[in-house]
């Protein structure tokens, strides 16, 4: 990330520095084991591209990555047009990079297998004819919206960005829209900080057909005036609360993100698998004990996570992590649970 990324995303975001991530080089852990990586995004941003070239590098670094889930960026937007439909610009855009790796030019790697996309439910009912806008381009790859509602008091916290107003979840237009998505079976990627967590519970309740996956382990912020040791006990409390509902998932990543405060980003050299697997074990673990492994899946979250670590080490890293599962609990935890909840049939196979 060079000077040109604008102010906003320099903010939020951990700048990546290729030089730093490539003074480690790890031994791959576990190397024929299959990974389908649920969340992960592209983009070209002033001064800052990660599209199929950047995500090959990392695919290929090492581990059996067979397919993988595009997760919303605001990339591609459309650049005209009535507002609501701006976004099927990312889907047609991440439907041929699919493409390009469908045709087999690039190896046994299925990208983008399932597409994650955005439409506003706060449109209520007309949210409809977004939805089979993605649909119809999304080459049969479409499978749901990730709608943001990450919201913090500190403005620090925020995204400076794209900044969610407060209590979305239980907005009566939003959960207009999201009937309509949950009639039209796509699922729905929330995105949130864990002082939110309880809100989604109540979703999640109101809607008990849905198809829910809650992204990063469920937001735990780890800056400012949230210190990990204070919100652990609650986080736990409504990660616990929220498991109860089996119509939610988790995935297990995007720990590596500036709101985390883990601090990767201000060592020397870059962290260790071992390091990494120890600073999120209890968040992890207590999300898979939660879970259970056929609801819980590894993410890579990059490039965003890229500031804090290499894609090599976040899989060794998530490979210690189950180190104790079984093999069939390590199937779902790599592949199993992102193939069933994003339907990616004869993927992994």
Aim: hydrophobic share 40%; proline share 6%; with cysteine.
């Amino acid at each position: 990330m060079t000077e040109a990324v604008p102010a906003a995303h320099a903010a939020n975001y951990l700048a990546v520095r290729q030089d730093w991530l490539d003074r480690r080089k790890e031994e791959i852990l576990e190397p024929a084991l299959p990974i389908i990586d649920p969340h992960h995004h592209l983009w070209d941003r002033g001064g800052w591209r990660y599209l199929l070239d950047e995500l090959l590098a990392d695919t290929n670094s090492g581990h059996n990555i067979v397919a993988t889930v595009f997760v919303q960026a605001r990339a591609m937007n459309r650049a005209d047009g009535p507002e609501e439909m701006k976004p099927v610009g990312e889907t047609e855009f991440v439907n041929g990079v699919a493409a390009m790796t469908a045709s087999g030019i690039y190896g046994k790697i299925r990208a983008c297998a399932g597409i994650v996309s955005h439409a506003d439910l706060t449109l209520g009912g007309r949210v409809e004819t977004v939805l089979q806008a993605h649909e119809r381009a999304g080459g049969g790859r479409f499978r749901g919206i990730r709608h943001i509602v990450a919201y913090d008091p500190d403005p620090q916290v925020r995204n400076p960005a794209f900044s969610s107003p407060p209590g979305v979840l239980a907005d009566r237009k939003f959960r207009e829209g999201f009937a309509v998505l949950t009639r039209m079976g796509y699922s729905f990627d929330a995105w949130m900080y864990h002082p939110q967590l309880d809100e989604l519970t109540n979703l999640a309740d109101a809607f008990p057909d849905a198809r829910i996956v809650l992204n990063h382990c469920g937001g735990p912020v780890g800056i400012n005036a949230y210190k990990h040791k204070e919100v652990f006990p609650g986080w736990k409390k409504s990660i616990d609360a929220l498991a109860k509902r089996p119509n939610v998932y988790v995935k297990l990543g995007g720990l590596g993100m500036r709101i985390g405060g883990f601090g990767f980003e201000r060592l020397a050299d870059p962290p260790s698998s071992q390091a990494l697997a120890d600073a999120w074990r209890p968040y992890i673990e207590t999300c898979i004990a939660a879970f259970g492994p056929s609801r819980g899946m590894f993410e890579s979250n990059f490039p965003v996570d890229k500031g804090s670590y290499s894609y090599p080490a976040f899989w060794n890293a998530g490979k210690i992590l189950a180190k104790g599962a079984s093999a069939s609990e390590k199937a779902d935890l790599f592949v199993g649970a992102a193939k069933r909840f994003y339907r990616l049939d004869g993927i992994g196979e």
